[in-house]
């Protein structure tokens, strides 16, 4: 298989380049084709601006997503974005490894996503009628890939547990999850987090890669968080709220987006 592996940390000791490099090396030792982006090393501009679209004249105002789009279409974007979107074609996996920096990602990788996903591209894709609002969460450009965090976190795993003061860890990256991945159709593995990153002792640091190089070889065997899918029936149109006949109105927030292991038996069997 083909994983492509993106990280965002500006140190080439870090602990999160060290876990990337470990990684690398067990999909290549299971005979996978693997590409690295490291976003550092090669300097990757992150802001969005009008470098980004050389055919928009000077007079035009810059609205992204319509400059995105046509510069899309036209394939007048720029060379790094294509050269970021044919790996992101090429490859059947996406890993993203980057240290949790108030609460999300370093912005260099945000500056990854932002540029890279083009309208058209990972946005703004398939029909949006009555019946259907695009191909988008669980469907889309990427659908049948999957995706994967490696994230270092300073905290303690308590800090980001289910009554932690930091908020709990899958909350916080729901946005990376539900969001940047499965917006655009990847199937979105479990994370694989390290806690008290600042505190990792060597003893730590092997036992960590060893787990780590687990998940690497169970990558496309693991089951992806199962996310509701947009189309699949639970959302109304055009609200795309919940539908309480399909979702029970007790569940909110983050989590109600999640399918719950006993649903599918219930809808089969109908309300009551």
């Known amino acids: 298989m083909k994983i492509l592996v993106v990280s965002a940390h500006p140190d080439p000791a870090s602990l999160t380049n060290a876990l990337r490099d470990g990684a690398v090396a ?6 996978h084709a693997v590409r690295v982006t490291d976003l550092y090393a090669i300097g990757w501009k992150s802001e969005v601006d009008r470098r980004d679209f050389p055919a928009l004249p000077e007079s035009a105002r810059l ?4 400059a995105s789009g046509e510069a899309f279409v036209t394939g007048s974007l720029t060379q790094d974005f294509r050269a970021a979107q ?11 490894a980057f240290p949790l ?3 999300s990602m370093p912005a260099i990788l945000k500056g990854w996503i932002d540029r890279v996903y083009a309208f058209g591209f990972a946005y703004g894709v398939g029909e949006h009628s009555e019946t259907r609002w695009g191909d988008r969460y669980g469907e889309g450009t990427l659908a049948g890939k999957r995706a994967m965090l490696i994230v270092t976190a300073g905290g303690w795993p308590s800090h980001y547990g289910p009554r932690g003061i930091n908020g709990p860890i899958d909350d916080l990256l729901f946005p990376i999850h539900h969001g940047v991945l499965f917006y655009p159709g990847y199937d979105v593995l479990p994370p694989f987090v390290l ?4 505190r990792t002792d060597a003893a730590t640091f092997d036992a960590t890669a060893i787990a780590l190089k687990g998940r690497m070889q169970t990558l496309f065997e693991t ?3 199962p996310f509701r899918r947009q189309n699949g029936g639970d ?4 609200s795309m709220a919940l539908r309480p006949d399909r979702v029970g109105p007790d569940l909110a927030g983050f989590t109600a987006h ?3 292991p006993d649903e599918s038996v219930r809808q089969a069997e109908g309300p009551g």
């Open 26 to 31: 067990q999909l290549r030792a299971d005979g």
């Open 63 to 66: 609205r992204v997503p319509a």
């Open 86 to 96: 044919k790996d992101l074609l090429w490859a059947d996996a996406l890993i993203l």
């Open 101 to 103: 920096w108030w609460f």
């Open 195 to 198: 806690y008290r990153a600042d």
């Open 223 to 225: 089951p992806p968080i």
């Open 235 to 238: 959302y109304a149109l055009p």
């Open 258 to 260: 999640i399918e719950r």
